[in-house]
């Protein structure tokens, strides 16, 4: 099973481009199983509430499918790179500030392309 930490702009490329998850996330990394920080599911529950009942952000099948993991006080991208950095996990994001992070600190993304697919950009 491959874990994949997901930050809410990320989860949220996903479900806006209507791909089927699990077939996508399985041809990266396998059968996927999500890693979710408190902080990410509180961002992802104030973008729901604003949304109309038809663009559901799927709330219910992230929580089935997530570990969600105790975090430390900071900042959400703090915590996100930190726990991807410590775990050795790929980052699920489109946030492009927090992806040049990553590169930096070696930590592979998952990125969506085009609203069409997902990439696993890999570290430098």
Do not use: Y
């Given at each position: 099973?491959?874990?994949?930490?997901?930050?809410a702009c990320?989860?949220?490329?996903?479900?806006?481009a209507g791909l089927n998850i699990d077939s996508a996330l399985s041809s990266i990394v396998g059968p996927p199983h999500f890693i979710l920080l408190p902080s990410v599911l509180d961002e992802l529950t104030t973008i729901?509430?604003?949304?109309?009942?038809?663009?559901?952000l799927m709330l219910e099948l992230l929580l089935q499918r997530s570990t969600l993991v105790e975090e430390e006080s900071g900042h959400t991208d703090d915590l996100l790179?930190?726990?991807?950095?410590?775990?050795?996990?790929?980052l699920l994001t489109v946030d492009a500030n927090l992806k040049r992070r990553c590169f930096e600190s070696s930590v592979?993304?998952?990125?969506?392309?085009?609203r069409k697919k997902l990439r696993l950009v890999t570290s430098l």
């Amino acid at each position: 099973m491959g874990d994949v930490l997901i930050d809410a702009c990320g989860w949220v490329a996903l479900i806006d481009a209507g791909l089927n998850i699990d077939s996508a996330l399985s041809s990266i990394v396998g059968p996927p199983h999500f890693i979710l920080l408190p902080s990410v599911l509180d961002e992802l529950t104030t973008i729901q509430e604003k949304r109309s009942l038809r663009n559901t952000l799927m709330l219910e099948l992230l929580l089935q499918r997530s570990t969600l993991v105790e975090e430390e006080s900071g900042h959400t991208d703090d915590l996100l790179l930190n726990h991807a950095q410590k775990n050795e996990i790929p980052l699920l994001t489109v946030d492009a500030n927090l992806k040049r992070r990553c590169f930096e600190s070696s930590v592979d993304v998952i990125e969506v392309m085009n609203r069409k697919k997902l990439r696993l950009v890999t570290s430098l």
